[in-house]
């Protein structure tokens, strides 16, 4: 691909969105099965990354995972 100048520049790599879909899937079935600590490390994640994921779907997907992770570790107030 070639800029307005002639000169030659990398193309857009795509987005590999479904790769990101697959994870999120994963820990929202995963979550039954998580010790406390992966539980906090998992949060960690959640919280400044994939909750702001620049795919729709997959932020949307993530937010699903999350709630299934309080569902099943969160404590009675």
Not at 57 to 75: F, I, P, S
């Amino acid at each position: 691909m070639l800029d307005s100048f002639g000169r030659v520049i990398e193309a857009e790599a795509a987005d590999e969105w479904e790769a990101r879909q697959g994870v999120a899937l994963l820990f929202q079935n995963l979550a039954p099965l998580l010790t406390d600590a992966d539980v906090e490390t998992l949060t960690n994640f959640y919280v400044p990354n994939a909750l702001h994921d620049r795919d729709e779907r997959v932020a949307l997907t993530m937010r699903t995972a999350a709630v299934e992770l309080v569902e099943y570790h969160g404590k009675v107030c």
